[in-house]
């Protein structure tokens, strides 16, 4: 049997700030979906106290905020799947959400938990990149934002201290940016990614503006390939620049042997999506 | 800490861990050995159940989070004994073999069903892709579901022809 570690399920964010501040260790669960096979103890030492945030129905939201697509940290990949919103904003995150799991876990599985779990392989969470959205962290003090950019500092690390939540994350809208995203696992559903990518940017008389490069499972936590974003910045999506871009990828990413897959296949399976999405971009053969 | 929900339709009271698996609860707690566990992490697919109608993981869901929620398992798919319109196209499609991953199998059917899903092969196989069946028997529980899903066809007649790239 699974340990069974304390929980309390506050009914309210000021009562949740509370309790993460009385000087306990408490684990936040959202959907639970990697918390509970945590606390099968078979993938290291199970969570000593757990805070569960899902009565916290303020979390849920998902709304046009000041220009800018708010999404609730408990908003889960359903959600994100059937929110019109998502859908006419930010289709990117609307097609990473529909490649999580499948329907039992999508059903659960937050936003906020992807984000906060800090897997490299966290499949929405190179759509946050390329989408320059912003974490809101809260604690009773108060609330600040960090971007997405500046989460992850190292292997499963974040920027939450240990008396904040994340409440919601908030995406600029800008007019004209685009999106694009692909995942390459083991099978369409249930897969855990080998590798996983978005890129965005603007067009601006004829050259790209803006550019943005979100990647996952090819480094210890989800990252930007800002160099390779250097070589799009101000060009267009032609052949030479894809190659070019291509081969930046590939030296500029840092991938690991592990039981999913390998370095070697990981960096030639990266630069080949990205050329394949500028290709798709470009409109040429 | 004490926890009430529904189970089948009736009110269940429990005093147990609020992150005891709602998969132990169910099996353990409330005798309702219908609910399989396959892997324990969510990959399976044979502890599914359906809390507040939507299709979960019983693996993955502590107590605490189906407070005052409605749960429902393979049991309360036939609760007066007779079989469900799912499960009558399960048998009479063979959609059961070794019988492990079927009451999964089922509640995620019945989900998608509920949900107004049609008897589309495609939405089928992604309604079902989080429910793993090693004797790999999929295309019979793909035809069970299509029939059960199908308002023109009753449980007993074949189903209708899927998505044929000829047709």
């Not at chain 1, 876990?105 to 929405?124: E, F, K, Y």
């Not at chain 1, 989460?151 to 908030?170: G, K, M, N």
């Not at chain 2, 793993?132 to 449980?155: E, F």
Request: charged fraction near 20%.
């Amino acid at each position: 049997m699974p340990v069974e570690p304390p929980v309390s399920s506050p009914a309210s964010l000021d009562e949740a700030y509370t309790v993460l501040a009385d000087g306990n260790s408490w684990r936040p669960i959202a959907g639970g979906t990697d918390l509970m096979v945590q606390i099968t103890g078979e993938i290291g030492p199970p969570p000593e106290r757990v805070l569960d945030l899902w009565r916290l129905g303020e979390l849920r939201a998902i709304a046009l905020d000041d220009g800018a697509l708010s999404i609730g940290a408990l908003a889960t990949f359903t959600d994100i799947r059937r929110s019109e919103l998502c859908q006419e904003h930010l289709p990117a995150l609307v097609a990473a959400a529909s490649t999580i799991g499948a329907a039992q876990i999508q059903n659960r599985a937050t936003l906020g938990g992807n984000v906060v779990n800090a897997s490299p392989a966290g499949d929405s969470l190179p759509v946050l990149l390329a989408a320059d959205a912003q974490l809101v962290l809260g604690s009773a003090s108060g609330e600040r934002e960090i971007s997405a950019t500046n989460f992850w500092p190292a292997y499963r690390q974040t920027a939450r201290r240990p008396d904040e939540l994340l409440l919601r994350v908030h995406i600029p809208l800008p007019r004209g940016r685009q999106i694009v995203f692909r995942k390459v696992g083991t099978r369409r559903a249930q897969a855990i990614s080998k590798v996983v990518m978005a890129m965005s940017w603007r067009e601006d008389g004829g050259v790209w503006r803006d550019v943005r490069l979100g990647l996952g499972s090819i480094a210890a936590t989800p990252v930007r390939a800002f160099e390779t974003e250097r070589v799009l910045e101000g060009a267009a999506a032609r052949r030479e620049v894809a190659d070019h871009a291509a081969a930046t990828l590939s030296r500029e990413i840092k991938p690991i042997d592990d039981v999913r897959s390998t370095a070697d296949y990981r960096r030639v399976v990266a630069a080949r999506v990205l050329h394949r999405l500028l290709r798709d971009a470009g409109g040429w053969q | 800490m004490t926890y009430r929900f529904s189970v089948n339709g009736a009110p269940v009271e429990l005093e147990v861990p609020g992150m005891r698996r709602l998969l132990d609860a169910l099996r353990e707690d409330l005798a309702l050995t219908g609910t399989k566990e396959g892997c324990g992490e969510g990959e399976c697919g044979a502890c599914s159940v359906i809390v507040d109608g939507q299709v979960v993981d019983s693996c993955l869901v502590p107590v605490c989070q189906v407070d005052g929620k409605s749960v429902t398992t393979v049991e309360g798919l036939s609760p007066h004994g007779s079989l469900d319109r799912l499960q009558q196209a399960f048998l009479e499609h063979g959609g059961a073999q070794c019988g492990i991953c079927t009451p999964g199998m089922l509640m995620a059917g019945r989900a998608f069903i509920d949900d107004g899903g049609a008897p589309v092969e495609d939405d089928i196989r992604e309604a079902i892709a989080g429910n793993l069946c090693r004797c790999t028997g999929y295309t019979k529980i793909i035809d069970a579901i299509a029939a059960a899903a199908s308002p023109t066809s009753a449980a007993g007649s074949p189903a209708p022809p899927q998505s044929d790239p000829a047709a």
